[in-house]
Structures are given as structure tokens and as C-alpha cells.
């Protein structure tokens, strides 16, 4: 088993349905997911994420505001994003958001960077998509420097230079916990790589296994710039029933609507059952069923990957509330012992 594997749980706020079928208003879906959070630190659950987006169907806009009040409810989990789309964002108020984060958590903060699978950020905010690809790197580069917690100076075309400018609060322990999120193209590997930076993979469809030659590329990257190996994380979709049925009835029709409604904006056909099934099976990304299902497909990917650390999206679309405690339950009390064992 990799030395120190972790288990964390990701959410992106999705809005949710009531008992009645109805649409819970964000407010009360950004509670729940406080309630979530808490449930996750009590079972001893590693980390906690709640992604960045900007959309009607997802509550989520300011992740260190909501983390800041799940710290102020939880003792030991580590709380970070699941996605800052660093794009259209400071990279300064980020680091300055999440070191502030650090310290009132006493230590438990980290931030997952990334581009983001949605772009309404970048109007929203003022941003010309036509620079999506030089926009991140120049923050990328930016924010690496803040990394160092040292004066930073630094140019660019999509922001104003800083010169010998400190940033503040610093962290306590001088260092702020930072991945780069992935979809899977081999740029993104070796630019994280490149930035000495640990690597998170999206995996959202296809065979998680398929996604070892990225793992590959990244340790050949940090090699060849004789940098040490850096932790390898994954997040997948999942979610935990008694049973595989059971888990597969409950999640359908949520995730087919989360689905359907994306697939209208890209031009995707609605999602049918057996495409579902296929998600579902051994070779693919999604983690539904009952324990022992998804702890084996957990522990397979762990070990093909290589991974420090498997962060389970236990949101989906509009899946209740309750359904979704209950998965947390199955997920630190059923499938994280299970998924040790079969490593060891």
C-alpha cells in the first residue's frame, strides 16, 4: 500500500431535491453540505473538497468561505477545493484566502488548482476565454512563487508586476499544501510537473487504468528536471449503498439529470441506462455500489496509479441530502477499512 494513503470526499455543492422532488434553494444546499463536512470529520475521513463554479445548478461560488465555516465545525479533516479555477482568479487573494483558511484551521488547509470544466468564470470576472490557455500559466507561475512565502517579483501580460512585494498572512508552518487538477492531457501532466507541483487526475470517464501512462509521463517529467517524486491523487463520481442494485437504482435518475442538463449546453445525447452500467462496471470511472464493489475498484486503481490519495465526488446532481450522508457513512466506515486491507 502507498505509504500515508489518503481518502477524501469532494462535493461541488450540486443543488439537491427534496423528499417532494423539489429543488432545495442554494442556501440551504451550502448548510447540508456543512452538515456533510462534519459527518466526514467524525468517521475520520482524510480531506474534504468543494469545487469552485459559477452556475445555477451547482451552490458553490466562494470555496474558503464555506470551508472557513466547516473549520470552525470540524477538529481533523483537511479542508481544501476541489477545483479553484485559478484562471480567472488573483493569485494572490487566492493564496492570501487560503493561508487565512491555514490559520484559522489551525494547519488543515490546501487548494486544488486547476482550469476548471466550465467557463462562466471568465465573463463573469472579466476575462477574455480567448486567453484561457496564458491566462492559467502565468497565474500557475505566479502562484508557485507565492508558494515560497517569500518577497515575489513578477511580470506578465494578464496582470500587474510585482516587485519585491510580500504577501500576507503567511502559513504557520511556511508551507501551503497545493495540487494541480488534471483532465488528462499530456500538457497539463508535464506542466504540473514542471512547477514541482502534486498531481490530482479528474478521472470522470473512461478505464481508470488508461490513465497510467499520464502517471508515467509525470514521473518521467520530475525526473528528468531531478525533482523528488510528489503525491498522485485521483477524483472519481462514486456512491455507496447496501448493495450494487440499490446503489445504481438510487443514483440513476440524479446523475442522468446532472448529465442531461450539461449535455444540453455541449451537445452531448442524454445519458442512457446501459451507458450508466457501463460507468458503473469494473472498467469504469464510476465508484457506485454496494462496499465491497467500489472499495475493489478504489484498491485497483490505487494500486495500477500508484495514488497518495482517492478523492471520492460523492455529490451528483440532484441526489438528496440524506442519500448522500448515508454514502459518507458506507464510504468511512465500509469501503476506506476494506480498501486498506486489500492493499496491504
Avoid at 54 to 74: K, Q, W
Avoid at 95 to 103: G, N, P
Avoid at 206 to 212: E, M, N
Avoid at 213 to 218: A, D, F, N, S, T
Amino acid at each position: 500500500m502507498p505509504q500515508d494513503l489518503e481518502f477524501g470526499l469532494d462535493t461541488f455543492g450540486d443543488v439537491t431535491v427534496d423528499d417532494s422532488g423539489n429543488l432545495l434553494p442554494q442556501h440551504q444546499v451550502l448548510r447540508n453540505i456543512v452538515t456533510e463536512a462534519e459527518l466526514a470529520d467524525r468517521l475520520g475521513i482524510d480531506f474534504f473538497g468543494v469545487g469552485e463554479h459559477h452556475r445555477a445548478d451547482f451552490a458553490v461560488s466562494a470555496p474558503d468561505v464555506l470551508l472557513a465555516a466547516i473549520a470552525g465545525r470540524t477538529e481533523h479533516i483537511r479542508l481544501g477545493s476541489a477545483v479553484t479555477v485559478l484562471s480567472s482568479d488573483d493569485p494572490v487573494r487566492v493564496f492570501q484566502r487560503f493561508s487565512t483558511l491555514d490559520a484559522i484551521s489551525n494547519g488543515r488547509a490546501e487548494v486544488i488548482i486547476g482550469r476548471g470544466s466550465f467557463t462562466e468564470s471568465f465573463p463573469l470576472f472579466g476575462f477574455n476565454l480567448d486567453q484561457y490557455e496564458l491566462l492559467f500559466e502565468e497565474r500557475l507561475k505566479l502562484f508557485t512563487e507565492l508558494l515560497k512565502e517569500k518577497p515575489v517579483t513578477w511580470q506578465g501580460a494578464t496582470r500587474s508586476a510585482l516587485k519585491d512585494q510580500q504577501v500576507y498572512p503567511p502559513t504557520a508552518m511556511g508551507s501551503l499544501r497545493t495540487w494541480v487538477a488534471v483532465g488528462g492531457t499530456p500538457a497539463s501532466v508535464v506542466r504540473a510537473a514542471d512547477h514541482g507541483l502534486p498531481l490530482m487526475l479528474a478521472i470522470i470517464g473512461g478505464d481508470p487504468l488508461s490513465f497510467r501512462p499520464l502517471v508515467e509521463l509525470y514521473k518521467r517529467t520530475l525526473a528528468k528536471r531531478e525533482m523528488k517524486p510528489l503525491p498522485i491523487g485521483v477524483h472519481s463520481p462514486g456512491y455507496v449503498a447496501d448493495t450494487d442494485d440499490q446503489a445504481r437504482e438510487e443514483l440513476f435518475p440524479h446523475f442522468a439529470a446532472m448529465y442531461a442538463k450539461i449535455g444540453r449546453e455541449r451537445g452531448w445525447p442524454p445519458l442512457s441506462r446501459a451507458s450508466f452500467e457501463q460507468l458503473a462496471a469494473p472498467s469504469g470511472a464510476l465508484c457506485a455500489g454496494a462496499p465491497e464493489t467500489v472499495a475493489l475498484k478504489i484498491a485497483n486503481t490505487v494500486k495500477a496509479l500508484g495514488l497518495s490519495r482517492f478523492d471520492m465526488k460523492y455529490s451528483a446532481g440532484t441526489l438528496p441530502h440524506e442519500m448522500m450522508l448515508r454514502s459518507i457513512e458506507l464510504y468511512a466506515t465500509k469501503v476506506v477499512p476494506m480498501v486498506r486491507a486489500m492493499l496491504k
